[in-house]
């Protein structure tokens, strides 16, 4: 996984002053758009579009020390449409403005953002397993219920998505069980870097249960698994998660499937998803079994 995001780490630094397509640098780590999105910025703690402009910000530092183009001039070659909006975002990184920057030689690039390395990329995913998955394959099955895109740099505000649908599922027909979905894919914008992933927050139905108004319906195709559990409150699952993406999968020796993944909530007296100490939450990562090796599945 390390060194397929690094071929697009290649790729961006061979275009970081051409017009970037989002589809040209999944397809550098022959990834979907969407998991290619989501592996970088577990990888390495930010979006693409954040790490780009960060490299464009910091090539632009550099040419402001050692050329002598303009500031204007500058800001076009690092993607900005105007010198203004060019010197508003360079300050916030840097500190000062480009034309202080340059007239006083301030030695502050080390606020850059340095090309990420192979060696960076391994030192931050140094930990131990300590999770170990089942396998399962899960056949094709429905779920109805309440989505909406999100961001991966934004606040975790899927809570609020949670409690919406919560007043609102006793409007969907033919329930199959108490299990609540948490489901999470690529958006359909496929051709920018919106850095966006759909999330939708739904209950198992039967094929004819109808939909809702303001609700979708999702069908998720038969997939194999690699299914971690998460226990204890919820407030922890996003730990939980940066394991499985962060740690787990780059060393499993797996390729994530270009399938959503979903969390599996049980059920508390109230209809609700358990939030106790004593709950627990089964998360799937859709995989390709055979991109592993045997040794994984020891």
Known sequence: ????????IDYIEAHLHDDLQSAKTSEAACYSHYHFLRIFHTLTGMTVAAYIRRRRLTKAAEALLCGTNRIVEVAQDAGFESQASF???FKEIFGDTPARFRRERMKSLHRGQPALTEAYLKHLHT??????PRFERKETFIVVGLGKDFIFSEPNVIPVLWNDFLRQKHQIEQQLDKAFYGVCYGPKDKETFAEKF???AAVRVSDDTPVPGGMERISIEAQEYAVFTHKGRLTGLQNTCNFIWKTW???????PADAPDFELYRANEAQCPMDTDEGETEIYVPILR??????VLG
């Open 198 to 200: 759909h999330y939708t």
């Open 1 to 8: 996984m390390i060194d397929r995001v690094l071929k697009a």
């Open 127 to 132: 930990g131990g397993v300590t999770m170990i």
């Open 249 to 255: 999968l780059p060393k499993s020796g797996f390729e």
């Open 87 to 89: 010197s508003r975002v």
């Open 290 to 295: 055979e991109m592993a090796s045997s040794s």
